[in-house]
């Protein structure tokens, strides 16, 4: 048995939808997997992982299955259904041109291919909106894994849990969560053709879980109200054709994340500031990419004039990067037999 696993990146938040908004990007984590149990050798967990990195990253990706994110999350899968083990003789090759920590959902993304693997090889025949449960139990935002997972430009919620339940990791999924503990709104929002994104990638990284860390615990009325109004619109605005660039920049504003995070990143509140609609051709809107440091710049043309732009505020903090011009990624995770 051969199979193909093809799961989009993300870039979450868009501004105001912190936790909430997310959108798939034509940027794909590929697990190439063949299971032949007719060979033989002794591979721990039955597993073997390769890995071809073509996202520049520094760091390394570990190639213990148990260890490594993609394959420990097939097991969490597979051990929450009996079977402790990969199929003898899996192999699993990784190809991925997504940078590692910089805010383009890399771990959410490395999450969906594994529950994705863990379905496959044992069997499971488990839904999309299954696998996103055990998504949550990984990632416990749903914005990036849901985007990636479902494809397209998705708003997500989460359902509370009482938080025995949450500690409850190593228990089957079917006794934690009975019911569905979170998932997207009733479809997709629509995204405007002719909108790209082009994405600035700095090359430094800042890890989620420190993006995370620096957010206040609370927040003003005012500041909630703030992202809650533009939040509201950001759909209805990245949805309409032709594109209204007032309406998009006004709706990417944001209170609750960006401006606590430029304590991670030099530059982040003068780049957001650095261009509008009115002083930038093309430009709809900017933001950071999930939790950083990458930035989003939204446009309709003019791309490689607004990622010099960016490039040039970054530089004059003596920092690098390189950028990408993606699209909206509709398909979601996707498995092809080979
Ligand atoms: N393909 C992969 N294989 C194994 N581990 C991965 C893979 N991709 C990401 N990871 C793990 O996830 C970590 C990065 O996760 P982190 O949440 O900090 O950033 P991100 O997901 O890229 O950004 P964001 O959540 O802001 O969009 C890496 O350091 C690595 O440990
Ligand atoms: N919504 C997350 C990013 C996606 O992992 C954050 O901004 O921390």
């Not at 007719?38 to 213990?64: F, G, H, R, V, W």
């Not at 291919?113 to 090889?121: C, K, P, T, Y």
């Not at 660039?245 to 430029?262: E, N, S, T």
């Amino acid at each position: 048995m051969s199979f193909v696993i093809r799961t989009p990146c993300s870039s979450a938040n868009i501004g105001p939808g912190f936790d909430v908004i997310g959108l798939a990007l034509s940027l794909h984590l590929e697990l190439h997997v063949t299971i032949d149990p007719k060979s033989s050798s002794d591979l721990p967990l039955n597993c073997q992982i390769t890995y071809e990195d073509q996202s520049k990253s520094t760091e390394s990706i570990s190639l213990d299955p148990e260890v490594n994110l993609i394959t420990r999350v097939a097991l969490y899968v597979l051990r929450c259904h009996n079977q402790r083990a990969f199929p003898a003789e899996t192999k699993v090759h990784i190809i991925n041109p997504i940078p590692l920590g910089r805010g383009l959902g890399s771990s959410g993304t490395a999450v969906v291919a594994g529950v994705m693997l863990g379905n496959e090889v044992g069997r499971l025949g488990l839904s999309k909106e299954r696998l996103l449960d055990y998504c949550l139990m990984i990632e416990r935002h749903p914005d990036n894994v849901a985007a990636s997972l479902f494809g397209g430009f998705v708003g997500t919620y989460l359902n509370e849990l009482k938080p025995e339940d949450v500690a409850r990791i190593e228990i089957p999924l079917s006794e934690v969560l009975p019911a569905p503990a979170g998932g997207i709104d009733t479809g997709k929002f629509n995204w405007a053709k002719e909108i790209k994104a082009i994405a600035i990638i700095p090359d430094f990284v800042v890890p989620t879980a420190n993006a995370r860390d620096v957010l206040p615990k609370t927040y003003t009325r005012a500041d909630v109200v703030f992202n809650l109004q533009r939040a509201a619109l950001l759909p209805a605005a990245l949805g309409s054709s032709p594109p209204d660039p007032d309406m998009i920049f006004l709706a990417m504003q944001d209170k609750v994340h960006q401006p606590y995070r430029k304590t991670l990143i030099p530059g982040l509140t003068e780049i957001l500031q650095s261009m509008t609609p009115a002083t930038q051709p093309g430009l709809l809107g900017i933001c950071l990419s999930g939790a950083g440091p990458t930035i989003l710049a939204l446009a309709t043309d003019r791309f490689t004039e607004i990622a010099d732009r960016i490039i040039a505020r970054f530089a004059s903090n003596n920092i690098s990067c390189q950028w990408k011009l993606l699209e909206p990624a509709q398909s979601g995770a996707t498995v092809t037999p080979n």
